[in-house]
T-cell receptor
Framework: AQKITQTQPGMFVQEKEAVTLDCTYDTSDPSYGLFWYKQPSSGEMIFLIYQGSYDQQNATEGRYSLNFQKARKSANLVISASQLGDSAMYFCAMRVYTGANSKLTFGKGITLSVRP | NAGVTQTPKFQVLKTGQSMTLQCAQDMNHEYMSWYRQDPGMGLRLIHYSVGAGITDQGEVPNGYNVSRSTTEDFPLRLLSAAPSQTSVYFC????????????FGDGTRLSIL
């Protein structure tokens, strides 16, 4: 069974600084993908970045990058140059691609607050 | 493009009432799913479907039914609402076995009195 763990308490970061949000995962499947979503206070789910288990390089999307350490089963999100609009809940999720089960499993989320 | 459309956005029910949360997508996605979001619990999968006529249970299926008669629609039914089902419900869709992200609806805030 798949499992995503996000254990950090509420995170705080100063505007313009970088912040790392932790995510560890557990699966026995060799083929899987990891996703990060942002949920602002307005409630919508916004996709940020994706990393596949066979990808050789860490994913990057603008100010977002993923520190993927496969052997440690971690996929931490790095946000560079934090902005006030980055204040939100952040979810890590995983999807396996083998077998008939392709469901997406979410972690419990991390709240990020950006201070001016 | 409409994407994923959920209705209603808000609903208040009395214990024991039944209702259906509607979800429709216009992206021809095979995979559709329903989640509930409760404080401190993240998003928990209720039911999912990998195509018309195929559904399966997720992590918290009790008290909910689903069906998938078309690719576009994936309604979620509460047969006899209970206060424990007070939550925010999200529907999502994506291609199956894909690196494409799930597209989420705007959510339904449901209160059971």
């Amino acid at each position: 069974a798949q499992k995503i763990t996000q254990t950090q308490p509420g995170m705080f970061v100063q505007e313009k600084e970088a912040v790392t949000l932790d995510c560890t995962y557990d699966t026995s499947d060799p083929s899987y993908g990891l996703f990060w979503y942002k949920q602002p206070s307005s409630g919508e789910m916004i996709f940020l970045i994706y990393q596949g288990s066979y990808d050789q390089q860490n994913a990057t999307e603008g100010r977002y990058s993923l520190n993927f350490q496969k052997a440690r089963k971690s996929a931490n999100l790095v946000i560079s140059a934090s902005q006030l609009g980055d204040s939100a809940m952040y979810f890590c999720a995983m999807r396996v691609y083998t077998g008939a089960n392709s469901k997406l499993t979410f972690g419990k989320g991390i709240t990020l607050s950006v201070r001016p | 493009n409409a994407g994923v459309t959920q209705t209603p956005k808000f609903q208040v029910l009395k214990t024991g009432q039944s209702m259906t949360l509607q979800c429709a997508q216009d992206m021809n996605h095979e995979y559709m799913s329903w989640y509930r979001q409760d404080p401190g619990m993240g998003l928990r999968l209720i039911h999912y479907s990998v195509g018309a006529g195929i559904t399966d249970q997720g992590e918290v299926p009790n008290g909910y039914n689903v069906s998938r008669s078309t690719t576009e629609d994936f309604p979620l039914r509460l047969l006899s609402a209970a206060p424990s089902q007070t939550s925010v419900y999200f529907c999502a869709s994506s291609p199956t076995y894909s690196n494409q992200p799930q597209h989420f609806g705007d959510g339904t805030r449901l209160s059971i009195l």
